[in-house]
């Protein structure tokens, strides 16, 4: 067979991506229609900016979700007399693989091309940069999601109480602070770090978070309604608890107590540490923001009038001033994101944190920058694909904020 042309290149491309397609356009046609219904994400659509930034993210999002799908080969099987091709490659027929059965999709059948080109190790540069979207995905929002729990339930009593609380939790947010973030970051994943066993600790603090949150949430709205709140906090000590104890008992770490009969899943050692880091570094920063949030929304009228009508700590904080102190919180929130993926980018492309064989963006952006003067292709490909994603979230957020000042 002959190489693609570079139009039958971006025409296979087009084709592979046939379910992220379908999927932006369903989700863009029914958040037009019933935008009016759908609050601060409705708004967002009255926005280009937004439009624009929420189009990137979705459709990494749906590539992610879609990655089986979408790849046209196994991400780390290699293919003889592949390396280094250039784009549109057609595969030889009765190709030998080689591959490592860790694989995350496992060994697929094989394309007739290699459409982005190969890599110094004859891996298929396009499936690499579709399978490194499920990774950032794993990771950056998720890892985000419970940093902005751990802020949220430190900085909102922290702000509500004063004195000598807020003292303490800011002089250990401003200690944390006080370390550079890369060094920090690269600091927590290092081969030494990771073998006393201190991430795994941590991850048994960092990860109870988030199930205090969902605790006092729920007790502090329905502590009117027993039986509804004792069936909520019911779900969440048994539903939240397995969860928590299936993630912080792990395989080959200090802490693995856990029967594997009721081991919900195994977060590979990599991941779970690089999650860990995440949260760690990005939890002080978010503390700052919820507390000089919540010492201006303390002092507005409703917040008197739901004090006078007697409603709890938790409750004034959680229901009045946490709801009213969302525009900014959403906005940083996509841009901790984008943060994140950077900052994973970052590890990726120093070889910290994640296998040395991950399809990771950073990880491949190192792997292609050796030869990046003869061959750029396998570097610059994850490389737009992360500027893509980063751009997206960063357009999203200035859209979410330009919406939020309106409302």
Known sequence: MEPLGWGAIAAQVFVQFTPVWIGMVAVFALSIVFKRRLG??????DSTIGMIGFALVLFWVFTAIFADAIVTHDPLAQVSGLKNATLGTPVPEGSVYTFNVESPLGLKQSGPYYLLGGDNLARDVFSRMVAGSTVVMQIAPLATLFAFM???????????????????????ANLILAFPVILLFYLLVTPEIVQTGLPSFMAMVLFLFPLLFLWVLLNSRF????????????????IGGLLYLSVISQDRTPINFWPDALDLFDIPGGILIVFVAVVFVNSPTVFRIVRGIALDVKTRDYVAAAQTRGEGPWYTMLWEILPNARGPLIVDFCLRIGY?????????????????????????INDGRRLLSIYPHPAIVPAVALMTLVLGLNLLADGLREESLRD
């Open 40 to 45: 601060l994400y409705g708004k967002l659509f």
């Open 150 to 172: 751990v802020g949220i339930t430190l900085g909102l009593p922290a702000a509500y109480y004063g004195g000598r609380l807020d003292t303490v939790l800011s002089f250990l």
């Open 223 to 238: 502590y009117t309604q027993p039986m509804k709140q004792k069936l909520y906090l019911g779900g969440v000590v048994l």
């Open 340 to 364: 994140t993926t950077i900052l994973l980018g970052t590890l990726g492309f120093f070889g910290l944190g994640l296998p040395p064989e991950s399809p990771d963006w950073g990880t491949t």
